[in-house]
Each structure stands twice: as structure tokens, then as C-alpha cells.
């Protein structure tokens, strides 16, 4: 049989596309993406507001014949003007993978459809190759999209000019935020296949984003919620204590949301010095780890679906 | 048959008190109200737990230095002592109601207007000789009573904590100050409480509801306040923009004049979420702002009145529109 007929090629074509008539997921798609817009927005106005004052401050400390410093704005990273893409990616971007790859099997449940895919003649590998291969087509499109947006904004901005390792830096973040908003989509896949309801099956992987985000970085690095989500703040040294150090060392490979923030700082140049991820394990290698284990738990729910019952239990 | 009178009404209050008394009783049953109040009152106690920590290894650096400064002859006026005022260390817990308590808000609105749906009971209920708006009255009712039991367990279990914890104890000042945050706790989860009753209503599809309820909230609770927490020039450059120019607060103030414009703008962005109001109400009263820190709380309170009277009119708006808005019983199937 040919890969372009292949039955986990149906499904995942045919799952893409009800996916993509769903309305909610078009709202969280199009949220993501003027979010992505405005990050850059973002980025570009408050360097310039920074320079701006840098510019009053120096004409200020000329006048009153004190010594002027280094404009701080020098020493920022022309790519560090998407640091709020990285805060946005951890909000909607994975909100969006949890509806997208709940909805992926979701739909088909909700439908009563799985009795009569289940007497086709299809294994249940193809079923959940097919769902897992939609939801990485899907992610990689909501990615491409951020990837634009980004591109164009360093094209279109007067006096920013990217080197040929920093496009590379910047498509390094770019496949780190696929790596993140394809974790949650496999855990949102995961729990929709596994869930006895509809509602449970999200709110799982919701509240396992909610810890992930706003409860591990405390314990980590009594860093709190609203610091957790602003780029610079989000980045800060974890007090000096035994309780912080022996956090790090056992919640730190399980802080995604950190290993996420870390990665995207040091890929777009705004991790400051001294300072690294809570984890032993290296945020990339961390993020990778992580997609693993959920890809293991997606296919497993997936495989282990009954296909005997439409609809949900309760 | 009108909108409002589908029966003679025999006692008015009472279909109400029936709804909310059926409600809480069906919430504590399936035990939903007690897992979401567990999971914020961890995150609370987390960050209580945290803070504390923390506290107490920024006062052993300060001992530490202070008892080298002193073996070397040196006076320790040089290093500041860290302050303490217990309250404080509720930021975390705040932000954590701030942020979880409004979520799980959005599940109880949710699951108070889709449970009927579910079951198929709405157009039964409807029959029943009652009011439509005694109907969401007492659905509105039971789930906000639902929120100001879980905060009143969650703050005051950290009460409790702090007190045993602090070792300085909490005063009836304090206490107050902890029960006047509960109640505007109360007023701005009921907020997106009663956004998600709403949509869950009266949306075609309950699931989208729920849906669109967590997009407003990510606008509203995560995104506005943080787009103008990023347009502050000073969370621009790690340690602030002004400490790294060397420039002091009076300069600062002089400097930004210039600006006042784009601080307008930031600042709208920010008080057009309610988040931001409860935020400035609850860090101002527990004096976890260092402006407020020490402050009588009748200034207090005069001077955040704004926030106050923001936070109760937007719940009070949407209570008045979910009361408003005429059910339709044929749209309430399960869908």
C-alpha cells in the first residue's frame, strides 16, 4: 500500500480536518497567533522605550556633571526582542495543544465513530500512528506560523540584523516551542483516548499545565506565578538554601515549564550570566526526555481504546 | 407564556434556597468542590511554604554577615536588616487565588450550568412551579457559596499557618485584613464564576463554553497584566533599567514625565482586567506593596476604594446579565 494511501495517512488527514472545523480550536489558534504578533510588538517597543529613556537618562547625568554608563540596550541581543514569544508559547501555545490533541480523539469519540473504524480493516497502531502523526502536522503548523511571524518581524524592523548563527538560534527556539506545545498535545491526546469524560479528559492535562507553570517553579526557585510569566523576572537566582538546592535537584527535571524558559533564553540571548536551569538535565535534552515519555503515554492510551463503545462512559 | 411567569409562584424565596441547598449537596457528593479546593489550597500552602523559606534564608545571610562585619570591628549599619511583616508572605498565596482560584471559579460555573444539561434535567426543572430567574438565582447562589467556603478554608488554614509559623503571632489587625481579602477574593472569583455560568447556559455546546471561558480567563488573568508588567521599562534590564543607570527615585520620577503617555497606555492595559484591580486591592491591604507596608488600613482602604468599587460592579454586571438573559430551554439539550 502506498504511504499516501496508508490508513494512519486517512486518519490523520481525516482527523486534521475536523479538527480544524472546530470552532474553539480556530478561536485558540487565532488567539495564539495575534498573541505571537504582539509579542513582537512587545519586544520591539520596550527596547526602544529603554533606549528612550537611556537617551533622557545620559542628557540628565551629562547635565548634573555625573558619569554616564553604557547604554543598557547595547547589551541586549537583537533576537532577544522575541523573549515574550517564549511567555506566550507557555500560555496559550500549550493551552492550544491541549485542546488540539483532545479534540483529535475527542471528536471521534464524542461521535460514536469508533465502533465502525473499529471493524475496518485497521490496526490499532494505524488508529493511534494516524491521531499522534495529525497532532504533529497540526503543532508544526501552529509552530511554521509563530516562525513567520518572527522571521518577518526581524525582516521589516529598521537597524536589527540577525548573523547567520542567530537565524540558527532562532530556528533552534522555534523547534524547542514545537518540542513544548507538542509535549502538552500528546498529554491532551493521552487523556482525551484515556478519560471515561469528556470534561475530565481536559481538565487533566489542564491541571497538569497549571502545576507545571505556576506550582513547580515555586518550589524550585520561589519564583511566584505572575514572576513566572514575565521573561526577565521569570529567570531569577533561587534563594541559597538547602530546601531550594535538594527542589532543584529532585522537581528540576520534571519543571518543564522551566526547562522550556531556559531553553528559549539561552536560544534568543537573554539568559543572564551565572545563571542556569533549576534541573541537572540540560533543558533541550530535558524538553526531549519529556515529548518521549508523553509520545509513550499517547500511544499506549490510543492503543488501549475501546472500539467497541461510541461515545463516552458517563 | 411569558419569560417570567411560567407558573403561579406560591412562596418566592423558597425555589431559590431549594436550587442552591440541591446544588452544594450534589457538588459535595461527587467530592469535585473538595479535589479543586485541595489543589488551590496546596498551591497557596506551596507558596506560603516558599516564601517563608526563603525569608528565613535571606535573615541567615543577614546574621551571618552582620556577625563577620562585627568579628572584624566593623559597624553592621552598612547591610540592611531583612524586614519581616508576616503578611507578606501570603504574595504567593494571593497570586496563586489570583490565577488557579479564578480556573477553578470558571470549572464551578461551568459544571453548575452544564450538570443539568448533562443529565437532561433542565426542561424538567423548567416545568417545576418556579421563576427562571429563581432557577439561576440559586445555581449563582450555591456555586459562589461553594467559593467563599473553599477561600475561607484555603486563607484561612494559611492564616492559621502563618500564626503558628511566624512566631510573632497575628494581631485582630491582621486578621481583619486576611477577612476583607476573602471577601474581595469572593467578589472577583464569582466574576469568572458567573462568566463561565453564563456561556455554559447559554452556548449551543457546553464544551465549547468551557472553552471560551479559559480563553477569557488567559486574556484577562494572564495576558493584559502581563503585557503591562512587560511595556515597565524597569522589568526590561535584569535588577531594573534605573538601578543599572545609577540614577536615584526622585531622577527616576523626573525622567519619566517624559513618558507619561506611555505609562498611560501601560497602565490602561492593566486596569482593564479585573485581575489587576484585585491584585492592587489585596497587595496594598496586606501591605505586600512596600509603599503600604506598616499603614493604617483606613487609608488603605480609602485609597484603593477604586479597585474595590471595579472589582464588585463587574461582578454585580454579570450577576444582573445572567439574571437577565432569557433561558431557552430548547437550546439546553445536551449537546
Same mark, same amino acid.
Given at each position: 500500500?502506498?504511504?499516501?494511501?496508508?490508513?494512519?495517512?486517512?486518519?490523520?488527514?481525516?482527523?486534521?480536518?475536523?479538527?480544524?472545523?472546530?470552532?474553539?480550536?480556530?478561536?485558540?489558534?487565532?488567539?495564539?497567533?495575534?498573541?505571537?504578533?504582539?509579542?513582537?510588538?512587545?519586544?520591539?517597543?520596550?527596547?526602544?522605550?529603554?533606549?528612550?529613556?537611556?537617551?533622557?537618562?545620559?542628557?540628565?547625568?551629562?547635565?548634573?556633571?555625573?558619569?554616564?554608563?553604557?547604554?543598557?540596550?547595547?547589551?541586549?541581543?537583537?533576537?532577544?526582542?522575541?523573549?515574550?514569544?517564549?511567555?506566550?508559547?507557555?500560555?496559550?501555545?500549550?493551552?492550544?495543544?491541549?485542546?488540539?490533541?483532545?479534540?483529535?480523539?475527542?471528536?471521534?469519540?464524542?461521535?460514536?465513530?469508533?465502533?465502525?473504524?473499529?471493524?475496518?480493516?485497521?490496526?490499532?497502531?494505524?488508529?493511534?500512528?494516524?491521531?499522534?502523526?495529525?497532532?504533529?502536522?497540526?503543532?508544526?503548523?501552529?509552530?511554521?506560523?509563530?516562525?513567520?511571524?518572527?522571521?518577518?518581524?526581524?525582516?521589516?524592523?529598521?537597524?536589527?540584523?540577525?548573523?547567520?548563527?542567530?537565524?540558527?538560534?532562532?530556528?533552534?527556539?522555534?523547534?524547542?516551542?514545537?518540542?513544548?506545545?507538542?509535549?502538552?498535545?500528546?498529554?491532551?491526546?493521552?487523556?482525551?483516548?484515556?478519560?471515561?469524560?469528556?470534561?475530565?479528559?481536559?481538565?487533566?492535562?489542564?491541571?497538569?499545565?497549571?502545576?507545571?507553570?505556576?506550582?513547580?517553579?515555586?518550589?524550585?526557585?520561589?519564583?511566584?506565578?505572575?514572576?513566572?510569566?514575565?521573561?526577565?523576572?521569570?529567570?531569577?537566582?533561587?534563594?541559597?538554601?538547602?530546601?531550594?538546592?535538594?527542589?532543584?535537584?529532585?522537581?528540576?527535571?520534571?519543571?518543564?515549564?522551566?526547562?522550556?524558559?531556559?531553553?528559549?533564553?539561552?536560544?534568543?540571548?537573554?539568559?543572564?550570566?551565572?545563571?542556569?536551569?533549576?534541573?541537572?538535565?540540560?533543558?533541550?535534552?530535558?524538553?526531549?526526555?519529556?515529548?518521549?515519555?508523553?509520545?509513550?503515554?499517547?500511544?499506549?492510551?490510543?492503543?488501549?481504546?475501546?472500539?467497541?463503545?461510541?461515545?463516552?462512559?458517563? | 407564556?411569558?419569560?417570567?411567569?411560567?407558573?403561579?409562584?406560591?412562596?418566592?424565596?423558597?425555589?431559590?434556597?431549594?436550587?442552591?441547598?440541591?446544588?452544594?449537596?450534589?457538588?459535595?457528593?461527587?467530592?469535585?468542590?473538595?479535589?479543586?479546593? #485541595?489543589?488551590?489550597? $496546596? &498551591?497557596?500552602?506551596? =507558596? *506560603? @511554604?516558599? /516564601?517563608?523559606? !526563603? +525569608?528565613?534564608?535571606?535573615?541567615?545571610?543577614?546574621?551571618?554577615?552582620?556577625?563577620?562585619?562585627?568579628?572584624?570591628?566593623?559597624?553592621?549599619?552598612?547591610?540592611?536588616?531583612?524586614?519581616?511583616?508576616?503578611?507578606?508572605?501570603?504574595?504567593?498565596?494571593?497570586?496563586?487565588?489570583?490565577?488557579?482560584?479564578?480556573?477553578?471559579?470558571?470549572?464551578?460555573?461551568?459544571?453548575?450550568?452544564?450538570?443539568?444539561?448533562?443529565?437532561?434535567?433542565?426542561?424538567?426543572?423548567?416545568?417545576?412551579?418556579?421563576?427562571?430567574?429563581?432557577?439561576?438565582?440559586?445555581?449563582?447562589?450555591? #456555586?459562589?457559596?461553594? $467559593? &467563599?467556603?473553599?477561600? =475561607? *478554608? @484555603?486563607? /484561612?488554614?494559611? !492564616? +492559621?499557618?502563618?500564626?503558628?509559623?511566624?512566631?510573632?503571632?497575628?494581631?485582630?489587625?491582621?486578621?481583619?485584613?486576611?477577612?476583607?481579602?476573602?471577601?474581595?477574593?469572593?467578589?472577583?472569583?464569582?466574576?469568572?464564576?458567573?462568566?463561565?455560568?453564563?456561556?455554559?447556559?447559554?452556548?449551543?455546546?457546553?464544551?465549547?463554553?468551557?472553552?471560551?471561558?479559559?480563553?477569557?480567563?488567559?486574556?484577562?488573568?494572564?495576558?493584559?497584566?502581563?503585557?503591562?508588567?512587560?511595556?515597565?521599562?524597569?522589568?526590561?534590564?535584569?535588577?531594573?533599567?534605573?538601578?543599572?543607570?545609577?540614577?536615584?527615585?526622585?531622577?527616576?520620577?523626573?525622567?519619566?514625565?517624559?513618558?507619561?503617555?506611555?505609562?498611560?497606555?501601560?497602565?490602561?492595559?492593566?486596569?482593564?482586567?479585573?485581575?489587576?484591580?484585585?491584585?492592587?486591592?489585596?497587595?496594598?491591604?496586606?501591605?505586600?506593596?512596600?509603599?503600604?507596608?506598616?499603614?493604617?488600613?483606613?487609608?488603605?482602604?480609602?485609597?484603593?476604594?477604586?479597585?474595590?468599587?471595579?472589582?464588585?460592579?463587574?461582578?454585580?454586571?454579570?450577576?444582573?446579565?445572567?439574571?437577565?438573559?432569557?433561558?431557552?430551554?430548547?437550546?439546553?439539550?445536551?449537546?
Amino acid at each position: 500500500m502506498s504511504g499516501a494511501t496508508s490508513p494512519s495517512w486517512l486518519i490523520a488527514r481525516q482527523s486534521a480536518r475536523f479538527v480544524l472545523r472546530e470552532r474553539t480550536v480556530a478561536l485558540l489558534s487565532l488567539m495564539f497567533v495575534v498573541l505571537v504578533l504582539i509579542s513582537a510588538w512587545l519586544g520591539w517597543s520596550a527596547t526602544s522605550t529603554v533606549n528612550r529613556i537611556y537617551l533622557d537618562a545620559a542628557a540628565f547625568l551629562k547635565s548634573s556633571g555625573q558619569p554616564v554608563p553604557t547604554n543598557p540596550v547595547l547589551d541586549i541581543s537583537p533576537l532577544s526582542l522575541m523573549r515574550n514569544m517564549s511567555v506566550y508559547v507557555a500560555l496559550i501555545g500549550a493551552l492550544s495543544a491541549i485542546v488540539i490533541g483532545n479534540r483529535l480523539v475527542g471528536l471521534d469519540r464524542k461521535a460514536g465513530v469508533l465502533p465502525l473504524i473499529g471493524i475496518r480493516p485497521l490496526g490499532r497502531s494505524a488508529y493511534a500512528g494516524g491521531k499522534i502523526a495529525a497532532l504533529a502536522g497540526l503543532t508544526l503548523g501552529l509552530a511554521l506560523v509563530a516562525s513567520l511571524v518572527a522571521v518577518a518581524t526581524f525582516l521589516v524592523l529598521p537597524a536589527v540584523t540577525l548573523t547567520g548563527l542567530q537565524w540558527a538560534q532562532l530556528a533552534g527556539f522555534m523547534g524547542v516551542t514545537t518540542l513544548y506545545m507538542g509535549f502538552f498535545g500528546l498529554i491532551g491526546l493521552a487523556a482525551g483516548a484515556a478519560a471515561r469524560s469528556e470534561t475530565v479528559g481536559l481538565l487533566l492535562p489542564v491541571t497538569l499545565w497549571l502545576t507545571l507553570t505556576f506550582i513547580f517553579p515555586q518550589l524550585t526557585a520561589n519564583l511566584n506565578p505572575t514572576a513566572a510569566i514575565n521573561p526577565v523576572s521569570a529567570l531569577a537566582l533561587p534563594p541559597d538554601t538547602t530546601f531550594f538546592h535538594w527542589a532543584a535537584r529532585i522537581l528540576g527535571p520534571f519543571s518543564l515549564a522551566d526547562a522550556y524558559k531556559f531553553a528559549s533564553a539561552g536560544l534568543l540571548d537573554y539568559l543572564p550570566q551565572g545563571i542556569t536551569s533549576p534541573s541537572f538535565i540540560p533543558p533541550i535534552l530535558n524538553l526531549i526526555l519529556a515529548v518521549g515519555v508523553a509520545l509513550a503515554l499517547a500511544w499506549r492510551a490510543l492503543a488501549r481504546l475501546s472500539m467497541t463503545q461510541g461515545g463516552y462512559n458517563v | 407564556m411569558s419569560d417570567l411567569t411560567l407558573t403561579p409562584v406560591l412562596s418566592p424565596p423558597t425555589p431559590v434556597r431549594t436550587i442552591a441547598a440541591k446544588d452544594i449537596r450534589d457538588a459535595l457528593r461527587d467530592r469535585f468542590i473538595l479535589i479543586v479546593t #485541595g489543589f488551590l489550597g $496546596l &498551591a497557596a500552602l506551596v =507558596a *506560603l @511554604v516558599t /516564601g517563608a523559606i !526563603a +525569608l528565613r534564608g535571606d535573615v541567615a545571610t543577614y546574621e551571618a554577615a552582620k556577625a563577620s562585619l562585627l568579628a572584624l570591628g566593623k559597624s553592621a549599619d552598612a547591610i540592611k536588616a531583612p524586614e519581616f511583616y508576616p503578611l507578606r508572605l501570603l504574595r504567593g498565596a494571593i497570586e496563586q487565588i489570583e490565577i488557579i482560584g479564578a480556573a477553578i471559579a470558571i470549572l464551578i460555573g461551568y459544571r453548575s450550568a452544564a450538570s443539568e444539561r448533562g443529565r437532561q434535567t433542565l426542561s424538567l426543572m423548567l416545568t417545576r412551579p418556579m421563576r427562571r430567574w429563581q432557577f439561576v438565582a440559586g445555581k449563582a447562589l450555591a #456555586g459562589i457559596g461553594l $467559593l &467563599a467556603s473553599g477561600l =475561607a *478554608l @484555603v486563607l /484561612g488554614g494559611l !492564616a +492559621l499557618i502563618l500564626h503558628l509559623m511566624s512566631g510573632v503571632g497575628l494581631t485582630s489587625d491582621d486578621l481583619l485584613r486576611i477577612a476583607i481579602v476573602w471577601g474581595v477574593s469572593v467578589a472577583y472569583t464569582a466574576c469568572f464564576f458567573l462568566v463561565s455560568f453564563i456561556l455554559a447556559l447559554h452556548m449551543k455546546q457546553s464544551s465549547h463554553a468551557l472553552l471560551v471561558a479559559f480563553a477569557i480567563w488567559l486574556t484577562l488573568v494572564l495576558v493584559a497584566p502581563q503585557i503591562g508588567d512587560t511595556l515597565d521599562p524597569d522589568n526590561q534590564v535584569a535588577g531594573g533599567v534605573f538601578k543599572q543607570l545609577n540614577i536615584a527615585k526622585p531622577d527616576q520620577v523626573e525622567i519619566m514625565k517624559g513618558f507619561a503617555t506611555f505609562e498611560t497606555v501601560r497602565d490602561g492595559i492593566e486596569q482593564a482586567s479585573v485581575t489587576k484591580h484585585f491584585e492592587r486591592f489585596t497587595f496594598a491591604v496586606l501591605g505586600i506593596k512596600a509603599t503600604y507596608a506598616g499603614l493604617p488600613l483606613g487609608p488603605i482602604l480609602i485609597e484603593m476604594l477604586g479597585n474595590l468599587i471595579w472589582i464588585f460592579l463587574t461582578a454585580l454586571g454579570l450577576g444582573a446579565l445572567a439574571l437577565a438573559l432569557p433561558l431557552n430551554p430548547d437550546r439546553l439539550a445536551k449537546a
